[in-house]
T-cell receptor, first 114, second 112 residues
Framework: DGGITQSPKYLFRKEGQNVTLSCEQN?????MYWYRQDPGQGLRLIYY???????QKGDIAEGYSVSREKKESFPLTVTSAQKNPTAFYLC?????????????FGPGTRLTVL | RKEVEQDPGPFNVPEGATVAFNCTYS??????FFWYRQDCRKEPKLLMS???SGNEDGRFTAQLNRASQYISLLIRDSKLSDSATYLC?????????????FGGGTRLMVKP
């Protein structure tokens, strides 16, 4: 089955630790995105990548880093510099070939800082 | 002013009711519009795209009003399973790398 997977589903982190969230897609999509969602809030864009080996900052990139070494994978690292990392993290992808800007989401990772 | 604004609700309606949500957007150059549905603690899922001519999918109807810069979602014959948060989503610029802007969502609760 084609889709987007994220792991882990739940993640607990101690203050001062870096953690990496995984996002993989087998949809052959070119673009991938990371969003953060806080309770009762909309999605805010952290980083996006339109092509392998290239990525751009979104609206709230401070304290986060990404890489895009493979088309299928777009991991997000939440660094200790991120002041308030507890949130629901969503990865998405989209295809330029389908001539649509619809984004498809993974199931999300819920990060809690202890 | 937020780029995409929605009434957060909740909208509490009985089963079988018709309910409508509106969403306003600030960028008049916006090109693409969507409604996504998000269940509690789950990822958003595409409900429908919104076309200039309006579109209907079963009990759901979406309309776009470019002059007033709003889109709407109408749900007829509400089901308990329609209870969710509905996200209004806009692509503010053409060829902007598929960038989307999300509203904060409108929560719908359908009661028996």
């Amino acid at each position: 089955d084609g889709g987007i997977t994220q792991s882990p589903k739940y993640l607990f982190r101690k203050e001062g630790q870096n953690v990496t969230l995984s996002c993989e897609q087998n949809l052959n999509h070119d673009a991938m995105y990371w969003y953060r969602q806080d309770p009762g809030q909309g999605l805010r864009l952290i980083y996006y990548s339109q092509i392998v080996n290239d990525f751009q900052k979104g609206d709230i990139a401070e304290g986060y880093s990404v890489s895009r070494e493979k088309k299928e994978s777009f991991p997000l690292t939440v660094t200790s510099a991120q002041k308030n990392p507890t949130a629901f993290y969503l990865c998405a992808s989209s295809s330029y070939r389908e001539n649509t800007d619809t984004q498809y989401f993974g199931p999300g990772t819920r990060l809690t800082v202890l | 002013r937020k780029e995409v604004e929605q009434d957060p609700g909740p909208f509490n309606v009985p089963e079988g009711a018709t309910v409508a949500f509106n969403c306003t957007y600030s960028n008049s150059a916006s090109q693409s519009f969507f409604w996504y549905r998000q269940d509690c603690r789950k990822e958003p899922k595409l409900l429908m795209s919104v076309y200039s001519s309006g579109n209907e999918d079963g009990r759901f109807t979406a309309q776009l009003n470019r002059a007033s810069q709003y889109i709407s979602l109408l749900i007829r014959d509400s089901k308990l399973s329609d209870s969710a948060t509905y996200l209004c989503v806009v692509n503010p610029l053409e060829n902007a790398g598929n960038m989307l802007t999300f509203g904060g969502g409108t929560r719908l609760m359908v009661k028996p």
